[in-house]
């Protein structure tokens, strides 16, 4: 695992009800015991760790919120874009 | 007949509104009839960084226009809205004012706000934190606090009786209307005036609603498939309530009867609504009115357009309704004037009295593709001609706490 999947998983221990659970890559965030409000918290953590903005709205179903894994996939492409975006200007 | 069941009866004398319709009951009903949304790009700040750009802004608002008194105008946003809605509620009820010595403490005087002066803060912090003042403007406290609405608009008329802010989030209006209903009821105070105003439309509060994710960045679409959240907004909705005796005695209009109130928590979560919560509250409410739920010709339901609210708000009106349920003409007006927050509920009353009224049932705007577990009828797009003779407004707050209020026609 990369350093992001480090500190989301540790974002993620962090806002769970047992953090001392396995967390991979595979786990779906519906096993980790997580609510609505908390996920609009490891949210907010994420993007101020990153520094980046992910659009994420708690009325829909996201994909990118499905594993832990899709999570890091997805901040990690929006970590490229920010980079290139931030090159670009 | 003073009395119901030996109970002191409680009628609308006046009503007003500040709402991103238009300001003015006139102007707000007849955009409602229209199905006019108020929703629009926000104008007042500059929304850069943000990513929700969409709000209900109060079109218009010129202080000099819409309010008499110098403390009034140099008073937040938000109390300003509950000067204006508070005189065009007393003007209509014909009232003489300021009040007489007499009634001065049989009166009172409930008008809270969500979140009260946030605008106010949000710029001294500016000034404070960002510009390096050395201090903040003087009025700076008088303006943020939540009880400023409520004091300004007792000294404008004279009231001495019961008189603060109230907060239940977007409860809040529905909760000061209760109270006053009880007060009068209860004989503690003859006459009252009842409310809330919000004026939170600002860079930050944004912000920080955005960060819970709930607001949707396209538009406010109540029971629909593709509802995405909510949208905020501002103004105020205020009743002017009156015991039936004391109200017909001096010959001001009758515009509806409060009929019953109710209110519950959930003591469950902060976000996620309960059905138990919100159907004890629509129960208390048709006790306390003393009617069953077949009566209910119209609700105005809180209507939300977040994925939660209203899935739990149809669960709570089906249990409760049973088969009654596919009867009742319901709408949520907020699909036209946003989610007022602590306003809301006011604006709402302000609403159904009016469907009472006119036998006019508003429409919920926007809902061309229903959300199949949403299966009552929603009034979608077009408002309708209906005998309107009970109508009942929900409001479900954030933290789980509900104030359910039903209406009915003048008494015989």
């Keep these: 695992m990369d350093d992001v999947a480090d500190k989301i998983i540790e974002i993620l221990r962090k806002n769970m009800k047992d953090p001392s659970k396995t967390v991979t890559l595979e786990t779906p965030l519906s096993e980790l015991e997580i609510e609505s409000l908390d996920l609009a918290v490891i949210v907010f953590d994420i993007e101020d760790t990153f520094g980046i903005e992910i659009p994420y709205n708690a009325n829909e179903e996201v994909e990118a919120f499905a594993t832990v894994g899709s999570v890091v996939d997805r901040v990690n492409s929006i970590i490229a874009e920010t980079k290139s975006s931030g090159a670009a200007a | ?412």
């Design chain 2, 1 to 412: 007949m003073t009395k119901t069941n030996g109970r002191r009866r409680v009628v609308v004398t006046g009503h007003g509104v500040v709402t991103p319709l238009g300001t003015g009951v006139e102007k707000f009903w007849s955009g409602l009839k229209a199905g006019k949304v108020g929703i629009r790009e926000v104008e007042s700040f500059d929304t850069q960084d943000l990513y929700i750009t969409i709000a209900g802004e109060v079109p218009d608002f010129d202080p000099k226009v819409h309010l008499k008194s110098r403390p009034l105008m140099l008073a937040d946003k938000y109390s300003q809205y509950a000067g204006c809605a508070a005189a065009e509620a007393v003007e209509m009820s014909k009232l003489e004012t300021p009040i007489s010595d007499k009634e001065a403490y049989r009166s009172a005087c409930v008008i809270g706000s969500g979140v009260g002066g946030l605008t106010t803060l949000e710029f001294s912090y500016k000034m404070l934190f960002q510009e390096n003042k050395r201090a903040t403007h003087p009025l700076t406290l008088l303006k943020a606090i939540g009880s400023s609405a409520s004091a300004h608009v007792s000294i404008e008329y004279g009231i001495k009786g019961p008189t603060y802010g109230l907060v239940s989030a977007c409860s809040t209006a529905s909760h000061s209307i209760g109270n006053v209903y009880r007060m009068i009821r209860e004989g503690l105070v003859d006459l009252g005036i009842g409310g809330a105003a919000e004026a939170s439309l600002n860079w930050g509060a944004t912000r920080a609603w955005q960060a819970m994710r709930v607001l949707s960045p396209d538009g406010l679409f109540p029971f629909s498939k593709n509802r995405n959240g909510t949208v905020l907004a501002e103004g105020a909705g205020i009743l002017m309530l009156e015991e039936y005796e004391h109200a017909k005695e001096r010959g001001a209009p009758i515009l509806a009867e409060l009929k019953g109130y109710g209110m519950t928590a959930d003591a469950a979560d902060m976000v996620n609504p309960s059905i138990d919560g919100a159907s004890a509250a629509i129960e208390m409410a048709l006790a306390d009115s003393d009617l069953s739920p077949s009566d209910i010709d119209y609700i105005n339901a809180h209507g939300t357009a977040t994925a939660v609210n209203d899935l739990n708000e149809t669960r709570a009106i089906k249990r409760v309704f049973g088969n009654a349920a596919n009867n009742v003409s319901i709408s949520s007006t907020k699909s036209m004037h946003g989610h007022c927050l602590g306003a809301g509920g006011g604006i709402e009353a302000v609403a159904a009295v009016k469907a009472i009224g006119e036998n006019y049932v508003p429409p919920t705007a926007g809902l061309t593709d229903p959300d199949p577990e949403c299966d009552l009828d929603y009034t979608p797009i077009h408002g309708k001609d209906r005998e309107v003779n009970y109508a009942m407004s929900n409001s479900f707050a954030f933290g789980g706490l509900n104030a359910v209020l039903i209406f009915g026609p003048p008494p015989a």
